[in-house]
């Protein structure tokens, strides 16, 4: 029975500030193609021109480089509350699904994924409804000031409900997503014939463009244009960037020789926890493995 294994030689909060910065980073650099393709979907642009780059470009001329960058603070702000429910899920549902045995089956870790993904996107859509309303806004005469004046107008002057607006078909395309990136990802050791945590930057680009591409057609009837156009540079950059800093975490956990690579330090239990490896090697550098001399 396969198994959904999560890597033990990372603490919780440096799985969190992984995701944190490497999707911070993603959202970053492809928040210009999240604006143009927002812009395009729900029909800003005007005149013959039509898609992403005309939308792109307007905003260059009309309100400036800087514009680009829109609704990207709030995006990157909900990351981490985001990752923190979603994490928290998870275990929940992974608990729900473990047999007696203490082990859960691929089938039952996708689902777990899943669930874990609806739950995170219902409870912070709100934020995601506000970074589309920053997108649309002109920067020149703009409706909303920040991301608590847009919360406040929403709610006072269209109600409650309305900061879930569209939530529904965005849970709904949330399962094939989910389920197919976790799908793909899991297997992929039976692809690259060698296990995941000794993959290169490149292959692990190249396994995030391959889990989109198989999401992208699980997902397609229940997702916006948006995302289709977004997906793939979007995750490339995330995954290829939270590698890396999981490189970065292990290195000072001392697993392995580099961050640049996945060589394993000599002499380590890969097995052991942050903490326990932490209290070892104290045990080592105090000198209590020596033995003590006898007394009378």
């Not at 239990?269 to 045990?283: T, Y």
Request: aromatic residues 10%.
């Amino acid at each position: 029975m396969a198994t959904w294994r999560r890597d033990g030689r990372l603490t919780g909060s440096q799985r969190l500030l992984c995701a944190g910065l490497a999707g911070a980073l993603s959202l970053s650099l492809t928040a210009p193609l999240e604006l143009a393709t927002v812009l395009a979907q729900v029909g800003v642009v005007r005149g013959r021109a039509r898609g992403p780059l005309a939308a792109g470009l307007r905003v260059w001329r009309v309100e400036g480089p800087r514009a680009l960058w829109k609704g990207n603070a709030v995006a990157c702000l909900r990351l981490f509350p985001c990752s923190a429910v979603q994490l928290a899920a998870y275990r929940k549902f992974v608990v729900l699904f473990t047999d007696d045995l203490g082990h859960i089956s691929q089938w039952s870790s996708i689902m777990a994924g899943s669930l874990a993904g609806m739950v995170s996107t219902i409870v912070t859509y709100p934020t995601d409804l506000i970074k589309t309303r920053l997108i649309v806004q002109n920067m020149l005469e703009p409706s909303y000031r920040g991301i608590l004046h847009a919360f406040s107008t929403i709610y006072q002057q269209e109600g409650f409900l309305a900061l879930y607006r569209g939530v529904s078909l965005t849970v709904l395309g949330a399962l094939p997503f989910s389920a197919g990136s976790l799908l793909v990802y899991m297997n992929l050791e039976k692809i690259w014939n060698g296990p995941r945590d000794r993959f290169s930057l490149l292959q692990n680009f190249a396994n995030v463009c391959l889990a989109a591409a198989v999401t992208q057609t699980l997902s397609f009837p229940f997702d916006t244009v948006k995302r289709k156009m977004q997906i793939v540079p979007y995750f490339g950059v995330m995954f290829g960037t939270f590698e890396f800093c999981k490189r970065i975490c292990l290195y000072q956990n001392g697993y392995i020789m580099s961050p640049l690579s996945y060589k394993l330090t000599p002499g380590v239990d890969q097995s052991l926890k942050p903490q326990e490896l932490r209290e070892l090697n104290k045990f080592f550098k105090t000198g209590q493995l020596k033995s003590k001399k006898p007394t009378l």
